[in-house]
């Protein structure tokens, strides 16, 4: 079966799951076409990242004249279902945020799309997250392109449903994909109840890599780690509040921020405010193998967010062997137990987040490892990525009684 995908930019750092549910699919013989809307400008540091980026075509290098072309040759193969698709345009940009020609722009990206998936035989279109690329999707198929699908994450479309047309992105879709429980709830509220039935929880999953290996032993010194892009959401502020809150009282730690974005000079700025520059260090982005060995050198991951889906890099710490002191946003709770493979703390709360940061570190190695091994568990029982894969083909062949 040839399936696409689509997101509005891919392959990036931060989305190693789409790659990695790309390849569990073609594990199981499934040919798959990668679309992004536009290239992603940011540096690749991850070997598989960048040979994704080769397979992957960009609806905008058809450049203006090619997306209006494109959509004037849609108007002329099948003027009803053009004519369906602009109202459905018009109506999805008048509620929204991004209005009428933002979406007048996304018909004619949806014009272009349905032009390659034609030329690539494209059974079955899956979009992952809920906001542009859905909307895309959406007015592909009124356009005349094959069915499609979406998933939704955490805090993409689901903080502003209404906005982003939810409920007519569900009705309209073969079905749709909850990456958690948390979301599925979400698509519901905004859905009809007649369309629950297409709502079905497909979870991120880790390769059996993360899984093969027996995690190293817990580090003599007390490293914690961070990984996550520089950006408010992330609590990256609050973070280094708590860990500045930890060095007045003199308790010996280091703290590894892994990745970058636009917060990079407030939180340099706040290092030195807080007198941590001797204790916190920056190592931008790294790859796969990378972030597994600062993992492997640290003896709990930090993730301080103020908003947040199902983070994957709580799963690959736990797969890891290291707890994780995260909070209590989005789908966190699905994954994390407190006092069995970590600590959930309220957000925004760097006084909280420094006395679970205190007993992590206070806590003896050997019940941390405890922690560790039932954080294990639980990953390769919720987030095996062969298992979901064989959901989600499931659910692209339209076999009935597909697990949700």
């Not at 199981?28 to 690749?44: A, C, I, N, W, Y």
């Amino acid at each position: 079966m040839i399936v696409a995908y689509l997101t509005a930019l891919y392959p990036k750092t931060s989305h190693s799951f789409v790659r990695r549910e790309i390849a569990a699919l073609e594990r199981l013989g499934f040919q798959v076409l990668r679309f992004s809307t536009r290239r992603v400008d940011e540096p690749l540091v991850d070997p598989d990242d960048i040979a994704e980026r080769e397979r992957t075509q960009a609806i905008l290098d058809a450049g203006a004249l090619g997306l209006l072309w494109a959509a004037f040759a849609q108007a002329l193969r099948g003027p009803a279902r053009f004519v369906r698709a602009l109202r459905m345009a018009l109506r999805l940009g008048r509620a929204s945020e991004a209005g009428v020609l933002r979406h007048l722009v996304y018909l004619c990206e949806a014009a272009e799309l349905v032009r390659l998936l034609r030329r690539g035989r494209a059974e079955h279109l899956h979009a992952h997250f809920a906001t542009n690329s859905a909307t895309i999707a959406l007015l592909a198929r009124l356009l005349g392109g094959p069915p499609y699908s979406f998933t939704a994450h955490g805090t993409d479309a689901l903080d502003h449903a209404p906005l982003w047309a939810l409920g007519e992105k569900v009705h309209h879709a073969r079905f749709a994909v909850a990456v958690s429980l948390h979301a599925r709830a979400h698509l519901m509220r905004f859905s009809a109840t007649q369309d629950w039935e297409r709502i079905h929880v497909v979870r991120c999953g880790l390769e059996s890599a993360h899984f093969e290996p027996a995690p190293e032993p817990l580090p003599e010194e007390p490293r914690m780690l961070c990984v996550a892009r520089f950006g408010e959401e992330k609590g990256h502020l609050l973070l280094l509040e708590a860990a500045g809150k930890l060095a007045a009282e003199g308790l010996r730690f280091e703290l590894e921020l892994v990745g970058d974005g636009p917060l990079r000079p407030a939180i340099e700025a706040a290092i030195a405010r807080h007198g941590l520059r001797e204790r916190v260090h920056l190592s931008g982005w790294l790859g796969g193998p990378d972030v597994r060995a600062r993992m492997n050198a640290s003896r709990v991951l930090v993730l301080p967010s103020l908003a947040e889906g199902l983070p994957v890099v709580l799963m690959e710490s736990l797969a890891a062997g290291r707890p994780v002191i995260a909070t209590q946003v989005g789908a966190i709770a699905e994954l994390v137990q407190p006092g069995v493979n970590g600590w959930l703390v309220p957000p925004a709360s760097p006084g909280d987040l420094a006395n679970s940061m205190r007993a992590a570190l206070s806590t003896p190695l050997a019940d941390l490892q405890r922690m560790g091994a039932a954080g294990r568990e639980r990953v390769a029982a919720l987030h095996d990525g062969h298992l979901e894969a064989r959901t989600l083909a499931a659910l692209f062949r339209g076999e009935p009684h597909a697990p949700s």
